[in-house]
């Protein structure tokens, strides 16, 4: 009778813990990582919990860019969108950039770049699905008959007004919009060599009814009234302190008016106590 050969179950010795789950996990489980500070070459956690971190911050890019860093892998926004309908869209993003022709590439060089673009705004013109969107935007508030170039003038221009002047309410809002189409209107008929002087009589109408002068003008400096004053000081920590009980002015004379017949009031009736605590206990039963 031959003897059953016996199985025996292999131990994968490269086991380590995941910081964050707490199992047990072979180095398959986890992102491959280029950090000087990465143990045998992996993250920190394995492979789930990444995916799981990312995506309870809804890939947020700021909670990516983080992750990159501790992979030191590059942080590029439009190829992480490319991949963001993958099931687990952040490990394919980090094996993209760990394998192949990309092998090299690192965090930092990328990262700095990503900041340039985002310090001038134009990350969503990196972005092929975000630029739409934007378009799309631009176009519902200004009309679907104006160029990309055309729009990017009039938001900003729309941007600049709504910065340095006081509009209050939907009617100077619409003024600040048309004001904004008759400029763009007037430099495209400048450009153009025609005539542009009804334009600009309609342009000058529009900053006169909107008040859009600089009488009008925003200055964080200056106060509107005694109580923003008040109250920009009331936020920094002043109280004011001073009372010595001296009438100085209308206001003053008033209160103290007010003070003395509720005194005279109290103390010449002399039943006023017992019919306000009757009133008091009325209320209790009724509530």
Request: aromatic letters at 12%; a negative charge; one cysteine or more.
């Amino acid at each position: 009778m031959g003897l059953e050969p016996k199985i025996v179950k292999t131990l994968d010795f490269n086991a380590r813990p995941c910081p964050k789950c707490g199992r047990p996990l072979p180095s398959t489980a986890y992102l491959k990582s280029k950090a000087l500070t990465a143990e045998n070459g992996y993250s920190r956690w394995c492979a789930r919990c990444t995916e799981k971190l990312a995506s309870e911050a809804d890939y947020d890019w700021k909670t990516l860019n983080l992750l990159c860093a501790d992979l030191n892998i590059p942080w590029v926004p439009e190829k992480f969108e490319e991949l963001r309908a993958n099931p687990n869209p952040f490990t394919s993003y980090a094996t993209f950039f760990q394998e192949g022709e990309y092998a090299h590439l690192e965090w930092g060089e990328y990262y700095q770049a990503f900041k340039k673009l985002e310090g001038a705004g134009l990350i969503t013109n990196e972005l092929p699905r975000l630029k739409e969107e934007r378009l799309a935007k631009l176009q519902r508030k200004w009309g679907a008959n104006y160029s990309e170039e055309q729009l990017d003038y009039l938001e900003q221009l729309y941007e600049g007004v709504l910065a340095s002047q006081n509009i209050n309410g939907k009617l100077q809002d619409d003024q600040a919009q048309k004001l904004c189409k008759t400029s763009l209107e007037i430099d495209e008929r400048i450009r153009g060599g025609q005539d542009y002087d009804k334009l600009l009589s309609s342009y000058e109408k529009l900053v006169k009814i909107a008040d859009f002068t600089p009488k009008n003008a925003k200055n964080a400096a200056d106060f509107d009234s005694v109580g923003e004053l008040f109250r920009w000081l009331e936020k920094r920590g002043w109280r004011n302190k001073y009372y010595d009980n001296v009438t100085r002015d209308v206001v003053d004379e008033t209160l103290k008016n007010i003070e003395n017949f509720n005194q005279k009031l109290y103390i010449n009736e002399s039943g006023i106590g017992d019919e306000i605590t009757r009133r008091i206990e009325a209320l209790k039963q009724a509530a």
